[in-house]
């Protein structure tokens, strides 16, 4: 199957700034999961939304989900240079059995 | 979560040898491992599925026979690069899947080098 789009692919902000990424992709979901890469490092799971629900919170991060348009966002308030990472969504297909398809990525970059 | 580790997380070899990449959960029994390939800058891409037990699923495009996995033990899933080329190099992560939601936990990825 395709792999979903992100947008933008490259982000860079301020420290203290806002950023979001935008996920979209071509699949009807069981649930949406977002994660993020540190430079040449495994990825870890930032947070999960399932198909019927339609925003999550967990600390800084927001996470929305619109299945109508088959996207999502990410929204980070108040930047770190800690944040500076590649993040990607990742669907589970309805009726894809354990599959994960991932999205093309966002490097997000915060300056001091 | 769980707790994966890769062994090793950087390998370079001469063209045509073979190289193989170990993946434990280290606390917890997966049935089931995923492994993934990534280019620089790229996307992670699904290679196959490994199973406990059994042959594992690849995706399509994927040789079986060039990428051997053996999932022998619920805690080791292995993949075997077999007679690897400079095309060859890239990022391998393996993943477990926890929960029914398939919230996965990754490896730390093995770097490899073909030269």
């Known amino acids: 199957s395709q792999q979903g789009e992100e947008d933008p692919q490259a982000l860079s902000i301020q420290e203290g700034e806002n950023a979001t990424m935008n996920c979209s992709y071509k699949?009807?979901?069981?649930?949406l999961q977002w994660y993020r890469q540190n430079s040449g490092r495994g990825l870890v799971h930032l947070i999960l939304?399932?198909?019927?629900?339609r925003e999550k919170h967990s600390g800084r991060l927001r996470v929305t989900l619109d299945t109508s348009k088959k996207s999502s966002s990410l929204l980070i308030t108040a930047s770190r240079a800690a944040d500076t990472a590649s993040y990607f969504c990742a669907t589970l297909a309805t009726g894809g059995g354990n599959k994960l398809t991932f999205g093309t990525g966002t490097q997000l970059k915060v300056e001091l | 979560g769980a707790v994966v580790s890769q062994h090793p997380s950087r390998v370079i070899c001469k063209s045509g040898t073979s190289v193989k990449i170990e993946c434990r959960s280290l606390d917890f029994q997966a049935t089931t491992m995923f492994w993934y390939r990534q280019f620089p800058k790229q996307s992670l891409m699904l290679m196959a599925t490994s199973n406990e037990g059994s042959k594992a699923t690849y995706e399509q495009g994927v040789e079986k026979d060039k990428f051997l996995i053996n999932h022998a033990s619920l805690t080791l899933s292995t993949l075997t690069v077999t007679s690897a080329h400079p095309e060859d190099s890239s990022f391998y992560i393996c993943?477990?899947?926890?929960?029914?939601?398939?919230?996965?936990?990754f490896g730390p990825g093995t770097r490899l080098t073909v030269l």
């Open positions: 993943s477990v899947g926890r929960t029914a939601n398939n919230e996965q936990f």
């Open positions: 939304i399932r198909s019927n629900e």
């Open positions: 699949t009807s979901i069981n649930n």
